[in-house]
């Protein structure tokens, strides 16, 4: 069974301060990871993904994430954040041999402010 | 590529009536999915496509909840006897191969 733990319901931070929003997964085999952002009244848009190859993944607007085997975490950060980044944001896994269907988190509230 | 369309947008209906939502893929996306999403929560997985075969479908989901795609195209989900417990966003989204998911903008359902 796939499960996916964003343990943060909210994040607060400052404008210019760096960002993290928690991710921890559970996959048999190994994992294709996403993070998904959602603004308000406004569809899920892709911000990156973890396939293989280097564990420091870059995506959209200056984000990134890191994969952590070990940990069966993948972290969401962003060195400096901006109050645009104010939005809803989700993780989710899907197995990478056989598998289909994507798990979301519960997802994360991140509030920048400025 | 004009993206995952949803029709409709919105939909009001009365506890007990039937209610049909569409979905029109990306045209080259072969896999299609449908999820659910109630505030403040994480998309909750239905069903999937991969062409015009469903190939799983939720257990959460109750005998009243049917999806079709039948030509591999445009998908449809329709809700029977619909309940209250039914009200929430409904999305659809689709891919290829190893690739993001896309997501439509929704069909946001209320039950009275």
């Known amino acids: 069974a796939q499960s996916v733990a964003q343990p943060e319901d909210q994040v607060n931070v400052a404008e210019g301060n760096p960002l993290t929003v928690k991710c921890t997964y559970s996959?048999?085999?190994?994992?294709?990871l996403f993070w998904y952002v959602q603004y308000p009244n406004r569809g899920l848009q892709f911000l990156l993904k973890?396939?293989?190859?280097?564990?420091l993944v870059k995506g959209s607007y200056g984000f990134e994430a890191e994969f952590n085997k070990s940990q069966t975490s993948f972290h969401l950060k962003k060195p400096s954040a901006l109050v645009s980044d104010s939005a809803l944001y989700f993780c989710?896994?899907?197995?990478?041999?056989?598998?289909?269907?994507?798990?979301f988190g519960a997802g994360t509230r991140l509030f920048v402010k400025a | 590529d004009t993206g995952v369309s949803q029709n409709p947008r919105h939909k009001i209906t009365k506890r007990g009536q039937n209610v049909t939502f569409r979905c029109d893929p990306i045209?080259?996306?072969?896999?299609l999915y449908w999820y659910r999403q109630t505030l403040g929560q994480g998309p909750e997985f239905l069903t999937y496509?991969?062409?015009?075969?469903?190939?799983?479908k939720s257990r959460l989901l109750s005998d009243r909840f049917s999806a079709e795609r039948p030509k591999g195209s445009f998908s449809t989900l329709e809700i029977q006897r619909t309940e209250q417990g039914d009200s929430a966003m409904y999305l659809c989204?689709?891919?290829?191969?190893?690739?993001?998911?896309?997501f439509g903008s929704g069909t946001q359902l209320s039950v009275l």
């Open positions: 496509f991969q062409n015009e075969a469903q190939l799983e």
């Open positions: 045209s080259e996306h072969n896999r």
């Open positions: 989710a896994v899907r197995r990478n041999t056989g598998g289909f269907k994507t798990i």
């Open positions: 996959v048999s085999g190994n994992p294709y």
């Open positions: 989204a689709s891919r290829s191969d190893r690739e993001k998911l896309f």
């Open positions: 973890y396939i293989t190859g280097d564990n």
